[in-house]
């Protein structure tokens, strides 16, 4: 189905239900049931369109995948300014950026901390304390006490009404 002629469809129901009212069980079950059918073409639509948006995704990808490349062709042809951690060279529009090659230490926190503290290297051990507020006991004290104090904000949550469909 066209996703025009979904929308006509969803447009002449809402027509058609003004001034419709539940009035038994067998009017609440037709609710029901719209709602459904209208959760599962919201899905379909959604997961149609986020394949679209996936292939889009891909085509882009690859387009500035290709352009990159032609580029990098490029840069090896042109005198591109030198620095200690890259080369680069301006051009209209933007710049061509090579960045050199270099070595990058990763460490395990654990790890590491077990052997300076072993090998006795704790001038590179650094002692942290931080500060954390128990927010579970302490609203459970404002709950209880119908204390607000600075720092709190009491935010009133209107009723609300939600149709939970099943299956």
């Not at 948006?53 to 891909?58: F, G």
């Not at 690859?62 to 580029?71: D, H, K, N």
Request: some cysteine.
């Amino acid at each position: 189905m066209s996703e025009a002629r979904m929308m006509v469809e969803f447009e002449d129901e809402e027509r058609e239900q003004d001034g419709f009212r539940v009035w038994d069980d067998a009017g609440a079950a037709w609710c029901v049931d719209r709602i459904r059918d209208a959760e599962a073409e919201c899905d379909r639509m959604v997961s149609w369109y986020a394949a679209q948006i996936e292939r889009a995704k891909a085509r882009c990808a690859a387009t500035v995948e290709r352009m990159t490349a032609y580029l990098r062709d490029y840069a090896d042809e042109v005198p591109m300014r030198e620095t200690k951690t890259q080369k680069s060279y301006p051009v209209p529009g933007g710049k061509l950026v090579l960045k050199k090659a270099t070595t990058k230490l990763e460490h395990d926190d654990e790890k590491l901390l077990q052997t300076l503290k072993e090998t006795g290297r704790t001038e590179y051990i650094k002692t942290v304390i931080t500060e954390k507020v128990d927010w579970a006991g302490l609203k459970k004290e404002l709950n209880e006490t119908g204390e607000i104090i600075e720092g709190v904000t009491r935010v009133e949550v209107p009723e609300s009404f939600e149709v939970k469909v099943e299956g």
